[in-house]
């Protein structure tokens, strides 16, 4: 759990922005932010354990038949995207940024960490993540903590 002296920052986009970026950047420990015409472009590196890894943030494009925004995550040997992101929340106390995709009943996250890790969570049902996990098996329980975050920005009951 985060603690309350430090919340994680939360943004359900209205429009994705150069300012976000920076501060998604710096909670990752990306080097710098490309601009490029449609996206945004970031590396971040961990020289200890030899790992690269490359965030693309394309705000609005087209996704098929609909504009929506994408995060693209590539590294030496995957390449993983979260089509339709509705927001992010930044934890700078853990070092990540979680990016979310909704759906009427199921959530999906990419976790993009400051080691030059990431972790993918796709088509949860939206209700896993406002559950007791001490209900839950071991490998269902992470992905409901690890995108529990996004509870502040996501209703379940709502949906």
Not at 15 to 24: G, L, M, R
Not at 142 to 150: E, F, N, R, T
């Amino acid at each position: 759990m985060i603690p309350i002296r430090n919340l994680p920052m939360i943004n359900t986009m209205a429009k994705f922005t150069e300012d976000d970026a920076k501060k998604i950047a710096a909670a990752i420990g990306s080097e710098k932010v490309i601009c490029e015409k449609d996206h945004f472009r970031l590396k971040i590196t961990n020289r200890t354990e030899r790992r690269v890894m490359v965030l693309e943030i394309y705000p609005e494009t087209l996704l098929g038949h609909v504009r929506g925004m994408l995060v693209v995550v590539y590294t030496g040997n995957s390449h993983l995207q979260l089509h339709n992101c509705s927001g992010y929340i930044i934890s700078e106390e853990l070092g990540e940024v979680t990016f979310v995709a909704e759906g009427e009943k199921i959530l999906s996250g990419l976790v993009v960490e400051k080691g030059a890790s990431c972790s993918l969570y796709a088509g949860l049902d939206r209700r896993l993540i406002s559950s007791d996990f001490t209900k839950l098996g071991v490998e269902v329980m992470l992905s409901g903590v690890a995108l529990s975050l996004a509870e502040d920005i996501i209703n379940p009951e709502e949906k």
